[in-house]
Every structure is written in structure tokens, then in C-alpha cells.
């Protein structure tokens, strides 16, 4: 199975500042269509995770351009610029490339 | 709008089934496969594996190939997860969502598995 590896664990900030999370796999994402299937979502406090990127760097609908995602091959970075109180949450990385599909273990995203 | 409405919270006991719906809607049901995902308490989402929504061809991830069974019912664009002998590793929240990008996640179902 694909082990996605993200860091750090957890990441404080302050509201207006800016924040990377790692993810990186065990193996290449690159899917034999060429699609990398590398997302990113948050899990807000008892809801359900949102998905925020997908393929890597593609906002999902209603997304803001403050969350970009970047990335290649095994290693993946998703920033958040201008961090807001509605950011705050739990963030994962998933590869939908290789079943099983795999999701990293989470980044805890809270403030200072 | 596209939405995945799941059934309400459960209560059982070691041994018991029980059968967790995800009801589709705003979208071709067949269009999209349906996956399902764990969330045991305070921990990270673990995969569980999915169905296809033209086929009903279910795969399941290894933690998942015994006593659970995914299933569909397309005329009502509905997904089924039925866990037959409970365990107490069982307690979790359980998500459907839809295709490998997990696009949309059903609000998920608490399942509480106590003697």
C-alpha cells in the first residue's frame, strides 16, 4: 500500500499568517494516465472532511485562492496564505492513484 | 446541489449487523463510484474501500475483506455499508463519499459498539 507521510503533526499560527503542510508518498502518485490523484482536505471539528484540492494543485469548487497546492511525484505542499479562524481544523493528504486509496495520518492546524 | 445524506447514529452490541445507509442525490448516481471510509475515535480516515454505482461490484480494502459488505440499491441512489458480527474496534464514524477524489462525504454515522 502507498503510506502517505505528512508533517508536521500539528501547526500553530496566527490569524493573517501563512502555513505549508508536507505530504509526501511512499511511492509515485503518477497514475499510468498521467494524472496525479494527490488531494487535500480539512476536517473542521465534528464535521466531515471538504475536499480543497485535488490533482495536485486544482481548487475544488467554492475554494479560496488562499489555499494552493503544489507538488510532483512523491513530494506535495499545500499552503495556506492568510489564515483565517474558519481554517482551523484537521488537514489531510489522500492518493487516489494506487487502490487501496490512502490518506496521511493529518495535520492539526490550530492558533497561536 | 450534490448531497450524501447517511442514516442516523447506532447503538449496538458485540455480534449484532447493522446496515448504514448513503442516499445520493443532485447528481447520476451511476455517474460516480461511492467509497466508504472509517474514522475511529480521536484518530485519522482509514480507507475501507468502494462500490461501483454501475456494476455493484464491491473491492475491499485488506483491514476490510470480512464481515462487511457494500451493496447498492441504484433505483433509489442509495449506497449500503453492513457490518455483520459487531466488535468493539468497530466504534467509529463511517463516511460514504463519492469517487477517488472523495469529492463529497456524507455527514457520516456514529456506530457505537457496547456490551
Known amino acids: 500500500d502507498v503510506v502517505m507521510t505528512q508533517t508536521p503533526v500539528s501547526l500553530s499560527v496566527s490569524l493573517g499568517g501563512q502555513v505549508s503542510i508536507s505530504c509526501r508518498s511512499s511511492q509515485s502518485l503518477v497514475h499510468n494516465n498521467g494524472n496525479t490523484y494527490l488531494s487535500w482536505y480539512l476536517q473542521k471539528p465534528g464535521q466531515s472532511p471538504q475536499l480543497l484540492i485535488y490533482k495536485v494543485s486544482n481548487r475544488f469548487s467554492g475554494i479560496s485562492d488562499r489555499f494552493s497546492g503544489s507538488g510532483s511525484g512523491t513530494d506535495f505542499t499545500l499552503k495556506i496564505s492568510r489564515v483565517e479562524p474558519d481554517d482551523l481544523g484537521v488537514y489531510y493528504c489522500?492518493?487516489?492513484?494506487?487502490?487501496?486509496?490512502?490518506f496521511g495520518a493529518g495535520t492539526k492546524l490550530e492558533l497561536k | 446541489q450534490i448531497q450524501l445524506v447517511q442514516s442516523g447514529p447506532e447503538l449496538k452490541k458485540p455480534g449484532e449487523s447493522l446496515k448504514i445507509s448513503c442516499k445520493a442525490s443532485g447528481y447520476t448516481f451511476t455517474d460516480y463510484a461511492m467509497q466508504w471510509v472509517k474514522q475511529a475515535p480521536g484518530k485519522g480516515l482509514q480507507y475501507m474501500g468502494w462500490i461501483n454505482t454501475q456494476t455493484g461490484k464491491p473491492t475491499y480494502a485488506d483491514d476490510f475483506k470480512e464481515r462487511f459488505v457494500f451493496s447498492l440499491e441504484t433505483s433509489a441512489s442509495t449506497a449500503y455499508l453492513q457490518i455483520n458480527n459487531l466488535k468493539n474496534e468497530d466504534t467509529a464514524t463511517y463516511f460514504c463519499?463519492?469517487?477517488?477524489?472523495?469529492?463529497?462525504w456524507g455527514q457520516g454515522v456514529m456506530v457505537t459498539v457496547s456490551s
Open positions: 489522500g492518493q487516489g492513484t494506487q487502490y487501496p486509496y490512502t
Open positions: 463519499a463519492r469517487n477517488r477524489y472523495f469529492d463529497y
